[in-house]
């Protein structure tokens, strides 16, 4: 029962991949090929180049202490105890 329900998708996904084999065979020539001495130049010239990424200056927050616990003043105005 449940393999019939599924048969109306097998024309889609014959179509999908019949059109995936397609652009993958044509593609296939259009890529061409580096000569290998090329291919070594672009990559000393790609590596030569400052890469650096110019951000500007930000200014030095001071540096904060917290403990990451959060303690409220006592309401009579003793120091609390540490235990």
Known sequence: ?????????VPSVLV???AMCWVSWVSRDGRGEV???????RLARAM????RARLPERPVRPHDR??????????????????
Do not use: F
């Open 66 to 83: 917290s403990t990451g616990i959060a303690v409220r003043p006592r309401r009579d105005g003793a120091p609390r105890r540490v235990s």
């Open 35 to 41: 000569d290998r001495d090329e291919a070594v130049a």
């Open 1 to 9: 029962m449940a393999v019939e329900i599924l048969l109306w998708l």
């Open 16 to 18: 999908t991949v019949a």
């Open 48 to 51: 030569s180049k400052d890469h």
